[in-house]
C-alpha cells in the first residue's frame, strides 16, 4: 500500500496546491516540479531511510570515549537527504534553496517521517536555520544558516535542564560577556556560558562538521544575579567547533561537552543527550566557557527560540501523523492476510468452514477504520497549517494576517491532536495483530514506542492546552478564533445542502456552539486556576471538532471525485469519524464549562 494516492489526493484535489503557482514566488514551479520532489523523497525514503528503520533502533548510539557512532544507514541516510537540497527546499533561489511552498515540503516530508522517524529528515537543523534567517545578522545566516541549509552543519534547540524541564523560567544557564570587545566580534555579541542543557535531540554526533546549537540562557545583572521569570533569557549561537567569519572551521574545539546519552524508549536512531557548557573541557583560549554569539537582542531570547518552537511543533504533529500512518498500513496489510475465525451465521459459527482473513470481521474493520480517521484527517490537518504558512508568507496583507492567527490557534491542536489519536492508531494496529503484535518480529510495536515520545515532545499536552485556552483562543480579541469559526461555518454551509452531508453539517454546528462558549463559562469566576483546570479537555474537544471539519472539507473534495475505492474509504472515514468521535466532545466540554475541581481539589495525601 503506498502513501503516494492519499498525498497527491490532499495536496491537489483539496488543497490545490498548483494554485499557489501562480504567485511570483513559486512562478517557476508547477504540478510537474511538484511531482518531481515528491518522486524524489519517495525513493530517497524508500531506499534510505526505511528498510533500516528495525537496524537503528537495535543499534542505538553510543559513546566510545571520543566520540558518538551511528550505523552507517544513518550517515548515508543524512548524505542522500542533504543532497536532495530539502533543507533548504523553501528558502530563496540566491542561498541555494527552491523557493518551494511550504506546503509541498511538508508533503515530501511526510515520506521520510513514514520511512524511519529515528533516522530523522533534518527537520531540527532547518528548523535552527530559518530561525537565524529571520532573527541573525547577516554575517550569521552566511557563516551558521546557510551551512547548515547545505548539509555542512547540524542544529540543534537548547531549552531544557535537568532541574527545569518544561519551565523556563527555571533556566539557570548564565551567559557573560567575553572581554571588553566582545560587542565587536563580527559573529555577533560573544559571551561565554555555563550550564546544562537536557534532552538535546542530535546533540553530538559524527555526522556532519560542525553542530550548531541555538541556547537560551540568562545574563546575569550588574550584581551577578539572574533575572527571575522568561524576561531575562536570551539566544545564543554555540558552535561545537569554533569557526571565522568564512564558516571555516578553526581547528579548535568549543567548550561544549556530551554528559550522556539518554536512553528512550522510542526513536533510538537519534541521539539524545545531556550536554555540559562551559565546564572547561575543551577551554578556548586556555579559559573555560563556552562561547556563544548573540541572536537579537539581550533579554528576548524567547521571543526569537519560539520561531524555531512552533515550526518544530508543527514537525512533531507530522512525525505522529506518520507514525500512525506506517501502523496503520502495517495493520492493514496484516489484517488481509491473516486467518482467523470463521463468520458468524444463522446457526452460529461452521467450525467445518475454513478460517476468514481477520479484515472480515467487524471489529478489525471498525480498528482499521478508526486508524485511517485518526491519521489521514491528521494528514490533512497538518497539510492545511502548511498551507497557511504559505498563505502567511506570499499571500495579500489581509489574507495573510488572518492565515497567520489561524495558524496561532491551530498550532497546539496541530502538534497535540496526532501525538494523542496517531499514537492510539498505533495501539490498534498491535491489537489487530494480536499477540504478534507485541513481538520484534512485527513494526508494529516500535511505532508505537517511536510515537509515545511525540506526546511530551515541544510541550506536554498540558502545555499545549494552557497555551489554547489561556492564550490562543483570547488572543486579539478572540480574532483567531472567530476566524477558525468562519472556516468552519463556511464547511458547514457548503455541505449541509447535499442530503448526505446534511446530519454532519448540522452536528459539527452543534458541536461548534459549545467549544466557542466554553472559555467564557471556564473564566466565570475570574479565577485563572479554575479556568485552566480542565485545560485538556478543552484541548481534546477543540482538537475533535477541527478534525471533524477537517474530515467534512474533505469529504466534500471526494464527493466530487469519481467513484472509486479510495473515494468510499474517505466518505467512510468521515462518517465514523461523526458517529464514533464527535459525540465524545459533550463529556470533555461539561467539566470545562462547569469548572469541575475534582482532580484540582483533590489533597495529595488523598492520592
Not at 11 to 32: M, Q
Not at 176 to 204: C, H, Q, T
Request: hydrophobic letters at 40%; glycine letters at 8%; proline letters at 5%.
Amino acid at each position: 500500500m503506498s502513501l503516494r494516492p492519499t498525498v497527491d489526493f490532499l495536496l491537489y484535489d483539496w488543497l490545490n496546491a498548483p494554485a499557489l503557482s501562480e504567485r511570483e514566488r513559486f512562478a517557476d514551479h508547477s504540478r510537474e516540479t511538484f511531482d518531481a520532489v515528491l518522486d524524489t523523497c519517495e525513493r530517497i525514503a524508500r531506499e534510505k531511510y526505511a528498510p533500516f528503520n528495525r537496524l537503528v533502533d537495535t543499534q542505538e548510539p553510543h559513546f566510545d570515549g571520543e566520540k558518538v557512532i551511528l550505523p552507517q544507514a544513518t550517515h548515508d541516510a543524512q548524505k542522500a537527504y542533504a543532497e536532495s537540497g530539502m533543507l533548504s527546499a523553501a528558502q530563496d533561489y540566491d542561498v541555494g534553496g527552491m523557493q518551494l511552498p511550504y506546503t509541498v515540503e511538508a508533503a515530501a516530508n511526510a515520506f521520510f517521517a513514514m520511512a524511519s522517524v529515528s533516522i530523522g529528515s533534518g527537520m531540527l537543523t532547518t528548523g535552527n536555520a530559518n530561525l537565524l534567517m529571520v532573527h541573525g545578522t547577516e554575517r550569521q545566516k552566511q557563516v551558521f544558516a546557510l551551512n547548515e541549509f547545505a548539509g555542512r552543519f547540524s542544529g540543534t534547540m537548547c531549552l531544557s535542564e535537568p532541574q527545569a524541564g518544561s519551565s523556563l523560567s527555571d533556566v539557570a544557564t548564565r551567559a557573560v560577556p567575553d572581554g571588553e570587545d566582545f560587542e565587536s566580534d563580527p559573529l555577533g555579541p560573544r559571551y561565554r556560558l555555563k550550564g546544562n542543557k537536557m534532552w538535546i535531540s542530535a546533540g553530538e554526533h559524527e555526522l556532519t562538521e560542525n553542530i550548531i546549537h541555538l541556547v537560551l540562557a540568562k545574563i546575569p545583572d550588574d550584581k551577578g544575579k539572574l533575572v527571575p521569570g522568561t524576561r531575562g533569557i536570551s539566544l545564543f549561537i554555540v558552535p561545537k567547533k569554533m569557526v571565522n567569519t568564512e564558516g571555516e572551521l578553526t581547528g579548535e574545539r568549543n567548550d561544549v561537552a556530551l554528559a550522556g546519552l539518554n536512553h528512550k524508549c522510542g526513536w533510538r536512531g537519534t541521539t539524545n543527550t545531556l550536554l555540559n557548557f562551559g565546564e572547561g573541557k575543551y577551554p578556548v583560549k586556555g579559559e573555560a566557557g563556552a562561547v556563544g554569539y548573540l541572536v537579537g537582542q539581550a533579554g528576548k531570547g524567547l521571543h526569537c527560540m519560539f520561531h524555531m518552537m512552533n515550526e518544530a511543533r508543527i514537525g512533531v504533529g507530522m512525525a505522529a501523523t506518520m507514525l500512525g500512518m506506517a501502523g496503520y498500513h502495517a495493520s492493514l496489510d496484516y489484517a488481509k492476510n491473516r486467518p482467523q475465525g470463521r463468520p458468524m451465521g444463522p446457526a452460529g459459527k461452521d467450525p467445518a468452514q475454513p478460517p476468514v482473513r481477520i479484515i472480515e470481521h467487524a471489529d478489525v474493520k471498525r480498528m482499521l477504520l478508526a486508524q485511517k480517521s485518526y491519521c489521514e484527517g491528521a494528514l490533512a490537518l497538518e497539510l492545511y497549517c502548511a498551507r497557511l504558512v504559505d498563505e502567511q508568507h506570499t499571500a495579500d496583507a489581509a489574507t495573510a494576517d488572518d492565515a497567520r492567527l489561524l495558524l496561532e490557534v491551530l498550532t497546539p491542536i496541530a502538534k497535540s491532536w496526532p501525538s494523542e489519536w496517531c499514537l492510539e492508531a498505533n495501539s490498534l494496529a498491535i491489537q489487530i495483530h494480536g499477540g504478534y503484535g507485541y513481538t520484534r518480529d512485527f513494526p508494529v510495536e516500535q511505532y508505537w514506542r517511536d510515537n509515545r515520545l511525540n506526546m511530551i515532545h515541544e510541550g506536554t499536552h498540558g502545555i499545549q492546552a494552557m497555551d489554547l485556552l489561556g492564550r490562543k483562543v483570547l488572543m486579539e480579541g478572540g480574532k483567531g478564533l472567530s476566524l477558525l469559526a468562519g472556516r468552519i461555518n463556511d464547511t458547514i454551509q457548503r455541505a449541509i445542502h447535499l442530503p448526505e452531508f446534511a446530519a454532519h453539517a448540522t452536528a459539527l454546528g452543534h458541536a461548534l456552539a459549545p467549544v466557542r462558549a466554553a472559555p467564557n463559562a471556564a473564566r466565570a469566576t475570574g479565577e485563572p486556576t479554575d479556568a485552566l483546570a480542565n485545560a485538556v479537555p478543552y484541548l481534546q474537544a477543540f482538537g475533535h471538532t477541527v478534525l471533524a471539519w477537517v474530515w467534512l472539507d474533505v469529504a466534500l473534495a471526494a464527493h466530487s471525485a469519481s467513484e472509486s475505492a479510495a473515494r468510499t474509504g474517505r466518505l467512510a472515514a468521515m462518517r465514523f469519524f461523526f458517529h464514533y468521535e464527535l459525540p465524545k466532545i459533550g463529556a470533555w466540554l461539561q467539566v470545562v464549562s462547569s469548572r469541575d475541581q475534582t482532580c484540582a481539589a483533590l489533597p495529595e495525601d488523598a492520592f
